[in-house]
């Protein structure tokens, strides 16, 4: 990596193997420019994209990474610009004979004593942030949930100092849907897993609309909320009679709009307003304790990525992955279509041959759902990607990953599944989630998430009501452009200012501050939230 004065023409080589690298400065580089070593572009380069380091001919192998990201349609003479247009992307990885445990499991000393004030739950679970969250059915009840929360927020949550917030867990699903089609359960244990979260404190309510086909006991049957008191269910609830609710729906707390005892719009908010008051009071009640790192259930995502995004910011969440592991955390990386072309880096890290198939197994289900839409993996790199830089998917998935850090992978998860129904309780985890944004921040939440890392070079707003989400930027101009909206900048480590491993250290201590409630992130600042998106495979009718 060359780093230095920003205004010297400079270039980022991420290997020695590497044939191409890519420009640093803001701004890009213009035609003439020559390098210290004596390259010349023969193009003007825009930054963050490749430059031939020697003449490239037809067909040539374009390495990055040490990766083959593609191979020239033309020839190119050493300072081209090496962009999307020029490239022709590698087929797939087959799935067959992939490498299994081969990479031994690096050294990584324990990392004791370090802490966060969070929320112990009833089933062990720790919450960063102490939320009344209220499950939906159907999109039906969204604008009826929606104006109650407003009143919630209103008249009741300043009673409750305690509370972190109400938040509604809009969706779009519920009706309208296969619901008895095999791949439902994806969506359906997604909403499940959500309302089970730990930063909603084991507390359960619902409100339906009463005709939808995910009526409440199908999405909470009985048995998933064995932690959930006996005392609080509705059928102890005195109220339920008030409400006119139709009876015991499984032990759960349901606001059903249908029941005939709501006439008129504003019986159902005041139904929905006093059944949240009991829960207010018990979340209220709740104070934070020190609790180990290792009660950490940590996200990490990218979007809005650029080829900046594998050379900072990636690579230190990978080191401070590697932090939280040594600490005893939970770490989950996601998105199937950005670590596809590597899956053999990660096959290679699999703790066990049942965790490296069980990878597999997720990549083959992906291809086979692209297949149906006639569509493949490079679909999924956007104008702003190739903007940035990255000319086609193989070569965003070599940044991508990079967010894993360096421990073996000790678990898979398919869309929608929580990590304690599969006895998962720290370590490195892989997560299969699409690659979208909002889709797999929603998936991870399901999983268990009790706080989120987002990585961006071209900048997002992203956010999530539900968890803490930690914004960091791949580029300084960037942090720079949107200080008010990027927690940390990664960019200082192409600046030359800072190392991945300070930005990882920095990024792991910021963690402890906002999972302890000491800090708050740009996003919970602004109250900037994304709405829940989920994955449905299966028909809509």
Same mark, same amino acid.
């Given at each position: 990596m060359v780093v230095g004065n920003r205004s010297a023409p400079l270039r980022i080589r991420m290997h020695e193997h590497d044939n191409v690298a890519i420009v640093a400065n803001d701004g890009g580089l213009p035609a003439g420019t020559v390098f210290p070593d004596g390259l010349a572009l023969v193009d003007t380069v825009p930054q963050g994209h490749k430059v031939a380091l020697v003449d490239l001919p037809a067909s040539a192998p374009v390495r990055r990474y040490n990766v083959v990201i593609g191979r020239t349609t033309r020839n190119l003479p050493a300072g081209s610009w090496v962009h999307e247009r020029v490239l022709e992307m590698p087929e797939a990885r087959s799935l067959d004979g992939l490498p299994v445990c081969t990479v031994a499991a690096p050294v990584m000393a324990p990392l004791p004593g370090y802490t966060f004030e969070g929320y112990r739950n009833a089933d062990g679970s720790v919450g960063t942030r102490n939320i009344?969250?209220?499950?939906?059915?159907?999109?039906?009840?969204?604008?009826?949930?929606e104006f109650a929360v407003r009143r919630i927020k209103a008249d009741l949550l300043p009673r409750y100092p305690n509370v972190d917030d109400v938040v509604a867990l809009e969706h779009g699903y519920g009706c309208g849907v296969a619901i008895d089609a095999p791949d439902a359960v994806v969506p359906i244990r997604t909403l499940r897993n959500i309302t089970l979260n730990p930063n909603f404190g084991n507390e359960v309510m619902v409100v339906s609309l009463g005709c939808e086909k995910l009526q409440p006991e199908r999405l909470l049957p009985p048995g998933s909320l064995a932690v959930v008191d006996a005392r609080r269910t509705i059928a102890a609830d005195s109220r339920v009679a008030e409400a006119g609710n139709a009876g015991d729906r499984a032990g759960l707390d349901v606001v059903c709009l249908q029941d005939a005892g709501h006439v008129g719009f504003m019986s159902m908010i005041d139904t929905i307003v006093e059944r949240a008051r009991s829960h207010l009071e018990r979340l209220d009640a709740r104070r934070r304790e020190t609790v180990p790192a290792s009660a950490l259930v940590v996200g990490v995502q990218?979007?809005?990525? !650029?080829? $900046?995004?594998?050379?900072?910011a990636n690579p230190a969440v990978g080191f401070c992955a590697d932090l939280l592991v040594r600490a005893g955390?939970?770490?989950?990386?996601?998105?199937?279509?950005?670590?596809?072309?590597g899956i053999d880096q990660l096959t290679a890290r699999a703790a066990s041959p049942e965790i490296a198939e069980?990878?597999?197994?997720?990549?083959?289900?992906? !291809?086979?759902?692209? !297949?149906?839409?006639?569509? !493949?993996?490079?679909?999924?790199?956007?104008?702003?990607?190739k903007q940035g830089g990255l000319s086609n998917i193989v070569e965003k998935a070599m940044g991508?990953?990079?967010?894993?850090g360096s421990a073996p992978i000790g678990g898979v998860l398919s869309p929608g599944e929580r990590l304690r129904d599969r006895g998962i309780e720290r370590g490195l985890v892989y997560a299969a989630t699409p690659a979208s944004d909002f889709i797999c921040g929603t998936l991870q939440?399901?999983?268990?998430?009790?706080?989120?890392? $987002?990585?961006?070079g071209r900048g997002t707003p992203y956010g999530l009501a539900e968890v803490p989400v930690i914004k960091v930027a791949t580029r300084t101009e960037l942090a720079r452009r949107w200080h008010d909206l990027m927690d940390v900048n990664a960019g200082r480590i192409a600046d030359g200012e800072a190392t991945v491993e300070e930005v990882g250290w920095e990024m792991f201590r910021l963690m402890l501050e906002v999972a302890s409630g000491r800090r708050k992130t740009w996003a919970e600042h602004w109250k900037l939230h994304n709405a829940l998106v989920l994955f449905n495979p299966a028909p809509v009718t």
């Open positions: 009344l969250a209220i499950t939906q059915t159907v999109q039906c009840v969204a604008g009826v949930v990218c979007g809005g990525s !650029d080829t $900046f995004s594998g050379v900072t955390a939970t770490v989950m990386f996601s998105e199937v279509t950005e670590v596809r072309d069980a990878m597999i197994r997720e990549m083959a289900w992906y !291809d086979t759902y692209l !297949d149906r839409g006639r569509v !493949d993996r490079s679909a999924n790199t956007t104008p702003g990607n991508s990953i990079v967010k894993s939440l399901a999983a268990g998430m009790n706080l989120h890392v $987002f990585t961006t």
